[in-house]
Nanobody
Framework: VQLQASGGGLVQPGGSLRLSCAAS????????MGWYRQAPGKQRELVAT???????NYRDSVKGRFTISRDSAKNTVYLQMNSLKPEDTAVYYC???????????????WGQGTLVTVSS
């Protein structure tokens, strides 16, 4: 099982970016999917998650600006980021709880990270 993230880049303050993360491999089912971020010199923090039913959870600093969504048919999670601020600059990692073929438990998987830089 692999998670492949994409969509990062350089954007000016107030701009928008859309991150995508696709899960591939021998996947039986996916429970939660989400996004975390890690800024230089800081710990990794939760940005947003969504469960299988579509209920979303956001950290306070991104509420009203970021929207998480998922396409279950494509095993893909998205993060639409609007009104970006310099403090949103970080490496963004996708995460998913996946039950893979031949197993009966959900394991935690991470994508490789995609850099988002918000700067003028």
């Amino acid at each position: 099982v692999q998670l492949q993230a994409s969509g990062g880049g350089l954007v000016q303050p107030g701009g928008s970016l859309r991150l995508s993360c696709a899960a591939s491999g021998s996947i039986v089912s996916i429970n939660s999917m989400g996004w975390y971020r890690q800024a230089p010199g800081k710990q990794r923090e939760l940005v947003a998650t969504t469960n299988r039913g579509g209920t979303a959870n956001y950290r306070d600093s991104v509420k009203g600006r970021f929207t998480i969504s998922r396409d279950s048919a494509k095993n893909t999670v998205y993060l639409q980021m609007n009104s970006l601020k310099p403090e949103d600059t970080a490496v963004y990692y996708c995460n998913a709880e996946i039950r893979s073929g031949g197993t009966y438990v959900y394991n935690n998987y991470w994508g490789q990270g995609t850099l988002v830089t918000v700067s003028s």
